[in-house]
């Protein structure tokens, strides 16, 4: 679906939010029993068929998408950041017991 819409056309802020549905659904889905309930009321394709309707019918989610591309990177520095933080204050209390 998403290479198909590509290849018509669609703008960059719709191909974001389209695989945006498809990662959360991916990444929320894989964990055990969560994700099954989650799969069931989820629906990213059908999520991803009526942003397809709303851009051509109504005109919506046109543009370049850079928000969301600097959004996205800016939660991941975040969490990198977050990450980094805690392995370090981690292995601070492992070095601390030795």
Excluded: C
């Excluded at 600097?70 to 991941?76: D, Q, T």
């Excluded at 969490?79 to 805690?86: A, M, R, S, W």
Aim: glycine share 10%; aromatic share 8%; hydrophobic share 55%.
């Amino acid at each position: 679906l998403l290479m198909t819409m590509a290849k018509h056309g669609v703008s960059r802020k719709l191909l974001l939010l389209m695989v945006g549905n498809l990662v959360i659904d991916t990444v929320l889905g894989s964990i055990p029993f969560i994700g099954s309930i989650f799969d069931f009321t989820f629906k990213a394709n059908q999520r991803n068929i009526n942003l397809l309707r709303q851009h051509y019918a109504e005109g919506k989610h046109r543009g370049s998408g850079l928000g969301i591309i600097v959004l996205v990177l800016v939660a991941l520095l975040i969490l990198l950041l977050t990450i980094g933080y805690l392995s370090w204050k981690l292995m601070s209390f492992l070095v601390g017991l030795v």
